[in-house]
């Protein structure tokens, strides 16, 4: 069975510092992974996706994420943290063969302060 | 353009009441969505559909049932609340044709049963 698996409840940033959020995936076939944002008492918004190709994918409001096969990661990143990033971070995955199930991860609180 | 409405926002019931909850979604989209999300356990899939008047069960169907009678409305019926059923509820909608479009949300609504 597909799984994603988010180690880190949450993670603190200075404002300017990088940012790395983990996702880790268990899949049996070729990921599709994506990352989607949700801020307070709203839906999940897109952020990027993973499909094929480059390893290092470029999303909405600079992040990007990068795909390691070896280790089986999709790690999103940020060069420059702003405080407006602050907000609930998903890592999901959908199987090839399986188009109508996305598995989503328990979610990272990202806290960025000045 | 609206994108996926949910109705209501949010509902207090009590154990045993019945309720239903709608989306909407202007996108045309095919594929639709119902998901719970529960502190710790992320977005768990509840129902979908690939289309007008076809249904599936997700990983947690027990005690939902739903109803696509147009292509633009997903319906979520609770037919006898229970206090586990206590959850945010997020309709999702995408267009079908390619594995990897994104998932579009509502911005949810919140369900406390007493």
């Known amino acids: 069975a597909q799984s994603v698996a988010q180690p880190e409840d949450q993670v603190n940033v200075a404002e300017g510092n990088p940012l790395t959020v983990k996702c880790t995936y268990s899949?049996?076939?070729?990921?599709?992974l994506f990352w989607y944002v949700q801020y307070p008492n709203r839906g999940l918004q897109f952020l990027l996706k993973y499909i094929t190709g480059d390893n290092l994918v470029k999303g909405s409001y600079g992040f990007e994420a990068e795909f390691n096969k070896s280790q089986t990661s999709f790690h999103l990143k940020k060069p420059s943290a702003l405080v407006s990033d602050s907000a609930l971070y998903f890592c999901a995955v959908r199987v090839t063969g399986t188009a109508s199930k996305l598995t989503f991860g328990t979610g990272t609180r990202l806290q960025v302060t000045l | 353009n609206a994108g996926v409405t949910q109705t209501p926002k949010f509902r207090v019931l009590k154990t045993g009441q019945s309720m239903t909850l709608l989306c909407a979604q202007d996108m045309n989209h095919e594929y639709m969505y119902w998901y719970r999300q529960d502190p710790g356990m992320g977005l768990r899939l509840i129902h979908y559909s690939v289309g007008e008047g076809t249904t599936a069960k997700g990983e947690v169907p027990d005690g939902y049932n739903v109803s696509r009678l147009k292509k633009q409305n997903f319906l979520l019926g609770l037919e006898s609340a229970a206090p586990s059923q206590t959850s945010v509820y997020f309709c999702?909608?995408?267009?079908?044709?390619?594995?990897?479009?994104?998932?579009?949300f509502g911005n949810g609504t919140r369900l406390t049963v007493t």
């Open positions: 999702a909608s995408r267009v079908a044709g390619t594995r990897n479009s994104p998932l579009h």
């Open positions: 899949v049996s076939g070729n990921p599709y």
